[in-house]
């Protein structure tokens, strides 16, 4: 089955970078989108960055200009290079992916799938 695995969060303090990273395994031919949320405690989740397979990516406002979303569509890998980080950036990070798949009858679809979350703390 597909898993995603993810990895770069930690503490850091405001003003640092970091850096995550998610990798796709199982059998998978391609990825049709791949990003990051996040969740607050007590809050939603929300969408953080996106990337499609030709390049597109999506912010939102909150992070444009200080973080940036890349993949390597041949490792099955997305990152976010989070820099600029403050105090309101804390939160779990979950890594996303959309995955083609086809109905029995021939209806193109696809599979969500999520990461377990890495924790990103940002000290004031």
């Given amino acids: 089955q597909v ?11 405001a003003g640092g970078s ?18 990051w949320y996040r969740q607050a405690p007590g809050k939603q989740r929300d969408l953080v960055a996106a ?3 030709s390049g597109t990516t999506d912010y939102a406002d ?3 200009g200080r973080f940036t979303i890349s993949r390597d569509n041949a490792k099955n890998t997305v990152y976010l290079q989070m820099n600029s980080l403050k105090p309101e950036d804390t939160a779990v ?12 009858w ?4 696809g599979s969500d799938y999520w990461g377990q979350g890495t924790q990103v703390t ?3």
């Fill in 3 to 13: 898993q995603l695995v993810e990895s770069g969060g930690g503490l850091v303090q």
């Fill in 18 to 35: 970091l850096r995550l990273s998610c990798a796709a395994s199982g059998t998978i031919f391609s990825i049709n989108v791949m990003g």
């Fill in 51 to 53: 990337i499609t397979s």
């Fill in 62 to 64: 909150s992070v444009k």
């Fill in 93 to 104: 990070y979950f890594c996303h992916a959309l995955i083609p798949a086809t109905t029995p």
């Fill in 106 to 109: 021939g209806r193109k679809t």
């Fill in 122 to 124: 940002v000290a004031s």
